[in-house]
């Protein structure tokens, strides 16, 4: 196994919780010792902004991604220990259109990422996706090693997860990456109050039960406050259970992917 990690957060939907947990997970890694890099690629930028990060003029993923600037120079720091980002950009959306032009438009990202390996500085990279599978995501689909399936627990949860699946075999099918995993699903926005949530955790439970993660992040307003002051949770509030949830989350994927600490 490479000593570094890439996972994609994706889901064609949006609101179900993808940023909550790229900036959450991405932290708690970096709690764990874990050296990681977050990578912003959707265009509204929530997760640049979530951990109160300004972008640099000319500094983010796009020149990354088209191939015109060197991803280590790129890289900002976050001010936190062991988490670094790549921030997005508003003009990423135009990104789309410029990449489709590009020869190899849907390994722009993977190969960008090289670099990256050789040095071996992260041992884990978290990709936050756009709500769409276009070409951004198709792009960090193309560099992951795994797919971490962000699923509200919601009524029809299951309906919009078939699409993201096949996903994945269409791209091994396609010879576009045919090392995607599909790494987990993780439950987001959990409800203690209604059986409607614990219903969806068993329906996913009983019909994935190899790619469920034990942990459940409950819904909490915490973990909704804490983007508008640009903190994770963990500096947010410490001991909110969905601080609790995020670090047990970033046990298990330490544990599942064999991730190696500094
Ligand atoms: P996505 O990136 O999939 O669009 P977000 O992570 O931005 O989803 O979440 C959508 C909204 O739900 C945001 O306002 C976010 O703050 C909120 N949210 C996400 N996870 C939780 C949670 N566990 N508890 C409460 N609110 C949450
Ligand atoms: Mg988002």
């Given at each position: 196994m490479a000593s570094t990690t890439v996972f994609t957060i994706a889901n064609q939907k949006g609101g179900v919780g993808k940023t909550?947990?790229?900036?959450?997970?991405?932290?708690?890694?970096?709690?764990?010792?874990?050296?990681?890099?977050?990578?912003?690629?959707?265009?509204?930028?929530?997760?640049?902004?979530?951990?109160?990060?300004?972008?640099?003029?000319?500094?983010?993923?796009?020149?990354?991604?088209?191939g015109e600037g060197n991803i280590e120079d790129m890289v900002v720091e976050t001010g936190r220990k062991n988490?670094?980002?790549?921030?997005?950009?508003?003009?990423?959306?135009?990104?789309?259109?410029?990449?489709?032009?590009?020869?190899?438009?849907?390994?722009?990202?993977?190969?960008?990422?090289?670099?990256?390996?050789?040095?071996?500085?992260?041992?884990?990279?978290?990709?936050?996706?756009?709500?769409?599978?276009?070409?951004?995501?198709?792009?960090?689909?193309?560099?992951?090693?795994?797919?971490?399936?962000?699923?509200?627990?919601?009524y029809l949860a299951l309906e919009g997860l078939g699409q993201i699946l096949s996903v994945v075999d269409r791209l091994h099918e396609a010879g576009v990456n045919e090392e995607l995993q599909v790494g987990g699903i993780i439950m987001t926005m959990f409800d203690v109050r209604t059986n409607l949530s614990r219903e969806v955790v068993e329906e996913v439970r009983t019909n994935l039960p190899d790619q469920i993660f034990n942990t459940v992040i409950p819904r909490t307003i915490r973990l909704s406050e804490a983007p508008s002051f640009g903190q994770s949770i963990f500096e947010y509030d410490k001991s909110n259970p969905g601080a609790t949830a995020y670090r047990n989350l970033a046990k298990e994927v330490i544990k599942r992917f064999e991730l190696k600490k500094k």
């Open positions: 909550t947990t790229a900036v959450n997970l991405a932290a708690a890694l970096a709690e764990q010792k874990v050296p990681t890099l977050l990578i912003d690629l959707d265009p509204q930028a929530n997760a640049t902004s979530g951990l109160g990060i300004e972008k640099e003029e000319g500094r983010s993923v796009y020149p990354v991604l088209l988490l670094y980002l790549l921030t997005s950009e508003t003009d990423l959306a135009a990104a789309e259109i410029e990449l489709a032009q590009q020869e190899d438009y849907l390994l722009q990202l993977k190969n960008a990422l090289a670099p990256l390996f050789e040095s071996g500085q992260y041992r884990a990279v978290v990709i936050d996706c756009p709500p769409a599978l276009g070409m951004l995501s198709m792009n960090s689909l193309a560099a992951a090693d795994y797919l971490l399936v962000a699923l509200q627990c919601e």
